[in-house]
Structures are given as C-alpha cells and as structure tokens.
C-alpha cells in the first residue's frame, strides 16, 4: 500500500545555481535549486557544512530578487527552505522561466 503525500503547494522540478546565504554568519553557500514553489524550495550540493533547521537564511538566483526564508530540513548536502511570506504567483512563474532559460513569450511547460 503507498501512502499519499499532501501538498500545500505544487512543486517544479528546475536546475539552476543558487546562492544561500546564513543571515546569522553572513557566510554564503553555492548549491543547485532543484525543486521550486509558491512556499518554498529545495536546494542541493551545499557541501559539509549546510545550515541548521530553523536558521534563518537568503535565496540568491541570478536575475531574481534575494528571497529571504528559513531552513525546515538539512541533510546529505541538500536543505528545505520554507518562505514566510509564500511568492506570488507571478513571481513564481518569472523565477521558473528564469531557471528553466525560457524567453519571456514562450509559452511555458505544463509539467513539472
């Protein structure tokens, strides 16, 4: 038997490099954001030292604004960062075409 997993939000699988930096240390973090959506998004190959759950943090991607969120999971390399405030729709679609190398008139995937 599987068991089901519900969702807040939908998530997008992307692959673009990402900035995370700790707001606390002021060090940054080079990964790979992998997973997007409205709440929150998942990055990978932070390295040894990722930051701990509930530590405040910054997701910088080139040609987008620094969200700002907190860690909800850590491990192997990769963090879960959950957005207090969630992003709007809008900016949810301009920070995927941005990631996915997308022209602004073409039409979008409708998967994700």
Known sequence: MGILTIRKHQRFAVRTGAHLSRTSEGDNLDGLLVELCLGG????????????????VRVEVDGFRPIE???????????????????HTYELDSLLRLCRGAADDEPMRAYG
């Open 69 to 87: 969120g907190d860690v909800r999971w850590s491990g192997e390399g990769a963090v879960g960062v959950r957005f207090p405030v969630p992003l």
């Open 41 to 56: 998004c998942r990055i990978g190959g932070i390295g040894e030292k990722p930051p701990s759950i509930g530590e405040q």
